[in-house]
């Protein structure tokens, strides 16, 4: 991503900090977070930090809530068939699943309907109540995270016979669906006092009511998990009530009880004892979000619901197939639009009647964080273009369309807000559609400050970012709109290394500041495109987390940001073609920073553990080794075939994502010497059985195919180096060794 032009750095006040350190017991640098972001006194302080269930608010309070309840208990009374109707997206489809389970357990025959994304689109829609009543439900339908806008749908549904509860979390319409009851916390006669609830969340206060305010607790140990995993998809504020909702339901996430999410959770390489919110948004929720993307939601609804061991494994193997499916359809687009692209300085509009709809917004989302300006990817089918839009910096894309079809209707529909919109229109109109949305934004650019990034201070010594402070940081989790996690600076840092890690695909920086080095990770930047070498004096934005390596913890800056000292910002250049490798998990946001000095490019860091293994190390780098030390690294054939067994025959001891630690390695395997292990897996690589991505003290191993006889191990260069006799004044060193 093009650096922010500017840094908004605030400040604490070391005097108010010391008092708040006193009143709350919290580090130093929980307090200074605190304090710069408006907390004054210990009172504020341990308000902000509640997270007991007194936050949440009597569901009672939501308007139509008791005309709800009414209906929905008369449906239990007649015995009637209920479908809850929701959305394909995780926050939809975590509400369905969770008022799904909750009628069933109370009696009432419950049934799902969730549109599939591609051919029927959001919401209610005639064709789905059509097959709702053609299904035998001619009664009621319960709708969750959508329904508020279906005003003609209503109407239909009463035609049909059948009526409608509609609890949804989206902006109200003037003119309201005639209906039994709309629970929805912005309709303007609420009186709710939180309207950051996500569908989930307006689901959750359902059941809540219908149970009654003495099972709240309850209820989250039921249905906590569910909510969390919304909420945090939907991207709502974590702060009152959902901040309550978010820390209870990962802490029911971390007891791995609702095997689905447990599978996925293994499937995905995330130790479910020690999830976090940071693991939900980055793991869990673009797989689970993968299968309405491509098309096949119920994978992801079977999976949450999931009862039996071997069905949950079976169902997040796939999801996860689909996830890996989706990020090569999303890849392909991605790197067939930035091919057609230099430097735009105005908003990328691309269309295409060959690629798939449900990533058009992913794609967006990585072409605004890449060139640093609005992205609109349209799908064309036919005579009509389906388009996702992501805007970048302090560009509305929602008011910019709005102006483009007051002025002129080019546009069929569109919805959404300030960051993120979708639309539809004629594929004769895109490329005056084009035009105008660049009008609107070099007229808005020409008055509005650029990008910026909002910073909570600088750190001036390096005492204050100790492991125990940033430890205490998970106090103040989870991080979320509303609570973004902490982003602070340290300016005029001097760099006295540079790693290249992830095979080139990321950087490693150790940085010199007042005397403390600062152990630093810049995902996304390659070697290539470090605008800055050994020597030179840099500011960071940086986000502090804890590392675990090895069974050690130490803390460890992870760079959002980087600039020269004294610059107001690095020059940019945005690659033509970027790697569609450079971004992290699931398409996260890059940060790419060019400016004049490149370094030269260097090798990938190879893995530097302690010795023995760092023995192997300067061998495969060429280094001479001792008969003794010849001795210590040469696998034995029992070696080699206990590793290749572990490996290939039974990986489901090692995390799926095949990455693990050699020395985890070698105990799994049954061996004691982690510098064989290394040396067996080197060599089978080298007769190209299995490929090695090494990250920093990590391996990720991936079995490649392989045709024809089998691999004659010991003609490989490493083992003839191995193999050689040590000369004869040598031969006593080596018996005496062993």
Wanted: overall charge negative.
């Amino acid at each position: 991503m093009k650096p922010f032009e500017e840094w908004e750095i605030g400040s604490y006040n070391a005097k108010e900090a010391e008092l708040l350190q006193a009143e709350t017991g919290s580090t130093r640098l929980a307090v200074a977070l605190l304090n710069s972001r408006g907390f004054h006194t210990g009172a504020e302080a341990t308000e902000f930090l509640r997270d007991d269930t007194g936050l949440l608010s009597d569901p009672m309070l939501l308007p139509d809530m008791d005309k709800a309840l009414a209906r929905i208990r008369l449906a239990k009374e007649r015995g009637e068939r209920v479908v809850v109707f929701g959305d394909y997206d995780v926050d939809g489809i975590t509400a369905t699943a969770l008022l799904v389970s909750y009628l069933k357990s109370i009696d009432i025959a419950a049934e799902y309907y969730i549109p599939e994304r591609l051919t029927e689109g959001y919401g209610i829609s005639d064709e789905s109540l059509h097959s709702i009543h053609k299904a035998g439900v001619q009664t009621l339908i319960v709708t969750v995270d959508c329904g508020v806008t279906a005003v003609e749908q209503a109407k239909l549904a009463a035609e049909l016979g059948m009526e409608i509860v509609i609890t949804d979390h989206h902006e109200c319409p003037d003119v309201l669906p005639d209906v039994c009851a709309v629970v929805d916390p912005y309709r303007k006669d609420s009186e709710y006092p939180f309207t950051g609830l996500a569908g989930v969340g307006v689901a959750f206060k359902l059941v809540c009511a219908l149970e009654g305010s003495e099972r709240t607790e309850d209820m989250l140990e039921l249905y906590g998990d569910l909510v969390a995993i919304g909420t945090i998809a939907d991207i709502m504020p974590v702060t009152g009530e959902n901040r309550a909702i978010v820390r209870r339901g990962i802490e029911v996430l971390r007891k791995g009880r609702r095997i689905g999410l447990l599978k996925l959770m293994e499937e995905a390489n995330v130790p479910f004892r020690e999830i976090s919110g940071a693991d939900l948004s980055f793991m869990l929720v673009p797989k689970l979000n993968a299968a309405g993307r491509m098309g096949q939601v119920h994978i992801a609804y079977d999976l949450i619901t999931a009862e039996g061991v071997e069905e949950a494994h079976a169902l997040a193997t796939k999801l996860c197939a689909l996830n890996n499916e989706r990020r090569e359809v999303e890849n392909t687009i991605f790197t067939e639009i930035c091919a057609t692209l230099t430097n735009p300085a105005a908003p990328i509009v691309a269309a295409s009647a060959t690629w798939h709809h449900g990533v058009s917004g992913i794609v967006a989302s990585r072409l605004a964080d890449t060139y640093g300006v609005p992205a609109v990817v349209i799908c064309i089918d036919g005579d009509e273009g389906r388009g996702s839009c992501r805007s970048f910096g302090n560009f509305s894309i929602f008011d910019a369309l709005s102006a483009i079809n007051a002025e002129k209707e080019l546009l069929t529909t569109f919805g959404g807000h300030f960051h993120a919109a979708g639309l539809t229109l004629p594929t004769a109109n895109i490329e005056e559609f084009t035009q105008k949305l660049s009008e609107a934004y070099l007229k808005a650019r020409a008055s509005a400050p650029g990008p910026m990034l909002k910073i909570d201070f600088a750190v001036e010594n390096a005492s204050l970012i100790q492991l125990d402070d940033v430890e205490s940081l998970e106090k103040l989790a989870p991080w979320g709109p509303g609570n973004p996690p902490p982003i602070l600076a340290i300016t005029n840092a001097k760099i006295e290394q540079i790693f290249p890690i992830g095979g080139d695909r990321h950087i490693k920086l150790k940085l010199w500041k007042g005397g403390g080095i600062f152990d630093c990770v810049y995902f996304g930047m390659t070697p290539q495109n470090f605008a800055y070498s050994r020597g030179s004096y840099l500011d960071i934005a940086f986000e502090p987390v804890v590392n675990e390596f090895r069974g050690a913890r130490s803390v460890q800056l992870i760079i959002r940001d980087a600039r020269r000292t004294g610059a107001k910002a690095a020059p940019v250049a945005a690659p033509a073609v970027p790697a569609a490798s450079v971004a992290p998990a699931d398409g996260a946001a890059v940060e790419i920073s060019q400016g004049a000095e490149l370094p030269q490019p260097r090798k990938p860091t190879p893995y530097r553990p302690s010795e023995p293994l760092a023995l192997i190390t300067s061998f495969l780098g060429g280094a001479p080794l001792k008969p003794a030390e010849r001795f210590l690294l040469r696998p034995s054939r029992d070696d080699f075939k206990a590793v290749w067994k572990l490996v290939t025959g039974n990986m489901h001891k090692i995390p799926t994502a095949r990455q693990e630690r050699v020395d985890r390695i070698t105990k799994l395997a049954g061996l004691s010497n982690p510098a064989k292990t290394y040396t067996a897996l080197k060599v089978f690589e080298q007769c190209q059985l299995l490929t090695l991505d090494e990250n920093d003290g990590k391996l990720i191993i991936n079995i490649t195919p392989r045709e024809g006889p089998k691999a004659d191990l010991e003609a490989c260069e490493i083992m003839k180096r191995l193999n050689e006799a040590p000369p004869a004044t040598a031969q006593s060193e080596l018996a005496g060794s062993v």
